[in-house]
C-alpha cells in the first residue's frame, strides 16, 4: 500500500483475546521472576514498595495484553482501574498512619523510665572495664591482622561495621571478612570466607583473626544463592527486614541477626521490632524468634535507626503535631551522634537529648537497650558530646589530635564523657575525660589511669567532689613485692610495700626509677586510694637510687 508515494506497512493482525491473555501473562511472569529475584521483595501489603511493584505488574500486564490484542477492553480497564485504587489506597493509608494524625500515639510508642540519678543506670566502671578501641580503632586494627596473613588480603576485605558485642563478660567488636567481588566469590566459593575479626574494646593488643574449621558460606557479600540476603528471603517471604548485624555466639560460633518490623500505628506507620531471624553463617540454618524467646547472645534484636526514631517523637510531640510547627514548646530531640555502651552485659545505644532549638547543651541522655528496648531518660544537665569533643582537644590544641566520639562512663560517681585523642594517622595518643556537668573540667593523660587521676583533680578544684577521698598521702617502706604489667602501652609496676595492706599502682610515666625498683628497695611515694586495696602513686622516689 502507498500513499503520496509512501509505503505503509499493513497493521499486525490482533491475536485472538485467549492467545493475547497468555503471552501477556508469559512476559509478565518472565519479567516478575527477574525482578524478584533481584529486589527480593516481601510479599506483605504493609509494604509500600511491595504495592507500588504490584501496580507496576499490573501496567505491565495491561501494556503488553493491548500490543497483542489491539484492544481496550474489560482486561486493560480493569488492571489500570487496580493499579491506581491501589496507588490511592496507599496514599490515603498513609496519611491515616502519619505522625500529624496519631502524634499521640507516635509519642508513647517507646516506653520510657525516667531517672534523674544518674548512678541507677550507669555502676562506676573498673578502669580495666573502659572501652578504649573505638571503631575506627578496630578497622585500623583488623586491617593489620588481614595483612599479616599472606594472600588474605587479595581476597576479602573487612567489613567495617565492627559490631560491639557481649561474649562471656568480655566486650568484643566483631566483623566479618567478605568477598571482594563476583570473581573472588567464584574462586573461593568451596571454602567459604575463611573467619573474622575479633578485638576487645577494653585491650587494643588483644586483636584476633578467628580463622573457622568451615568457612562462612552464606554473607551478604556472596552471590546467587549464597547470597545473604537472598538465601533468608526465600524461606520468609512476607517478613520485612529491617537492620542486620553480624555477630557470635558465645563458642565464638558466626551468626548474621536480621530484625523484622512490622507496623503498629494504622497500615504504614509505627515500625517496630516484633522478631529476629537468625541465620547459621557457615550452615545457612535459620530461625525466627519472637523478642522474649530470642537466644541469650543475641545482642542487637533491636534497629537503632527505629530506636532513635522513636525517641525522637517521643522528645517532638510532647505536645502534639501541631506544637511541633508553632511554639515547640517543652519539645527535645537527641543530638547529633550516638555510641554504643555495655551494661550488665548487654549493647547499649546511647545519645543526648537537648532543647529543640537551643545551644550546645543537654538536658539529659537517652539510653536504649538494643535487646528489649528498654528505654531510660537519664536528667543530667551539661554539654553535649561535640562541646565535650571540642573541650578535649583544646587541652592539647597545639598538637592538632582529634577527638573520637564520646562514651559515656560513671567515673567515681560523676557522669564522664571518655574519649580518645588520636593524631593525623589515627593512632591514639591520648585519653580524655570530660565532665559532663562542665566540660571546662578536663582530665588528659597518655594512660587511663592518668587522664583519671588528672580528671579527679579537677573535679575537686573545681568544686565537684566533696566527701570523696581523693586527697594524697606520703608513706616510706620497703618494697615487699614488684611486679610489671604491660597497660595501654604503658609499663605500670604493682608494688607491695611493707606494713601496707594494699597494692601500689606506679606508672613509668611517674619515675624513671619504677622500672629499676627490685624488692628489699627503700621507697618514698605519694598515692591517692582508688579502692581500699588499691592506690595509685602520683609521685615515687626510690631512696636506694639517684636518678
Request: glycine share 6%.
Amino acid at each position: 500500500m502507498t500513499f503520496y508515494g509512501f509505503n505503509i506497512p499493513k497493521a499486525k493482525k490482533a491475536l485472538p483475546k485467549w492467545q493475547a491473555l497468555l503471552r501477556a501473562l508469559l512476559v509478565l511472569l518472565i519479567v516478575a521472576v527477574g525482578i524478584d529475584y533481584v529486589t527480593l521483595p516481601a510479599y506483605n501489603l504493609h509494604d509500600t514498595a511491595f504495592i507500588m511493584l504490584v501496580v507496576f505488574y499490573l501496567f505491565i500486564f495491561s501494556m503488553v495484553y493491548f500490543v497483542f490484542s489491539y484492544q481496550i477492553d474489560f482486561v486493560v480497564k480493569l488492571c489500570i482501574g487496580l493499579g491506581f485504587a491501589l496507588i490511592a489506597f496507599t496514599l490515603i493509608f498513609s496519611l491515616l498512619s502519619s505522625e500529624m494524625l496519631n502524634a499521640g500515639r507516635y509519642r508513647d510508642q517507646i516506653q520510657i523510665t525516667s531517672s534523674s540519678e544518674f548512678d541507677d543506670q550507669f555502676d562506676a566502671i573498673a578502669l580495666n572495664k573502659i572501652p578504649l578501641v573505638d571503631q575506627n580503632t578496630a578497622q585500623q586494627l583488623g586491617d593489620k591482622q588481614i595483612g599479616r596473613v599472606q594472600g588474605l588480603g587479595s581476597q576479602f576485605d573487612i567489613n567495617n561495621e565492627y559490631i560491639l558485642i557481649n561474649q562471656k563478660d568480655m566486650v568484643y567488636r566483631v566483623s566479618a571478612l567478605e568477598y571482594q567481588d563476583s570473581i573472588k566469590w567464584f574462586q573461593n566459593r568451596e571454602k567459604g570466607i575463611p573467619g573474622y575479626v575479633r578485638v576487645n574494646v577494653t585491650d587494643a593488643s588483644d586483636v584476633k583473626l578467628i580463622v573457622l574449621d568451615e568457612g562462612i558460606k552464606y554473607a551478604p557479600s556472596a552471590f546467587l544463592s549464597e547470597d545473604l540476603m537472598r538465601h533468608v528471603r526465600f524461606k520468609y517471604r512476607t517478613d520485612i527486614f529491617d537492620a542486620t548485624s553480624f555477630e557470635i555466639d558465645d563458642e565464638g560460633n558466626p551468626y548474621y541477626v536480621i530484625s523484622i518490623i512490622e507496623p503498629e500505628i494504622g497500615w504504614f506507620g509505627g515500625w517496630d521490632t516484633n522478631a529476629v531471624i537468625t541465620v547459621d553463617a557457615v550452615s545457612g540454618d535459620m530461625n525466627r524468634y519472637a523478642i522474649d524467646e530470642m537466644p541469650a547472645w543475641v545482642d542487637r534484636a533491636q534497629s537503632a535507626r527505629i530506636a532513635w526514631y522513636q525517641i525522637d517523637n517521643w522528645g517532638y510531640y510532647v505536645n502534639g503535631w501541631i506544637n511541633t510547627l508553632i511554639g515547640q514548646k517543652d519539645m527535645i530531640q537527641t543530638t547529633d551522634g550516638f555510641n554504643y555502651v555495655s551494661i550488665e552485659g548487654q549493647t547499649h545505644i546511647f545519645s543526648g537529648l537537648t532543647s529543640v532549638g537551643a545551644d550546645r547543651s543537654i538536658v539529659g541522655f537517652a539510653l536504649i537497650n538494643l535487646r528489649t528496648k528498654e528505654a531510660t531518660y537519664i536528667q543530667v544537665g551539661g554539654a553535649d558530646e561535640v562541646s565535650a569533643m571540642n573541650s578535649a582537644t583544646g587541652q592539647v590544641q597545639h598538637l592538632n589530635y582529634e577527638s573520637t566520639f564520646p562514651v559515656l562512663l560513671n567515673v567515681d560517681g560523676f557522669p564522664t564523657y571518655f574519649m580518645a585523642l588520636k593524631d593525623y594517622e589515627g593512632l591514639v595518643k591520648l585519653y580524655a575525660m570530660v565532665s559532663v556537668q562542665d566540660y571546662a573540667l578536663v582530665g588528659v593523660g597518655a594512660s587511663v589511669e592518668e587522664a583519671r587521676l588528672t580528671y579527679l583533680k579537677q573535679l575537686k578544684d573545681g568544686g565537684q567532689i566533696v566527701d570523696l577521698p581523693i586527697d594524697s598521702v606520703s608513706l616510706t617502706g620497703l618494697v615487699l613485692d614488684v611486679k610489671e604489667v604491660i597497660l595501654d602501652g604503658t609499663s605500670v609496676y604493682y608494688m607491695m610495700i611493707d606494713g601496707q595492706n594494699a597494692l601500689f599502682i606506679v606508672s613509668s610515666k611517674t619515675n624513671v626509677e619504677a622500672s629499676l625498683t627490685k624488692v628489699g628497695d627503700n621507697v618514698s611515694l605519694m598515692y591517692q586510694k582508688r579502692s581500699e586495696m588499691v592506690y595509685d602513686v602520683q609521685a615515687f622516689d626510690n631512696l636506694n637510687l639517684d636518678y
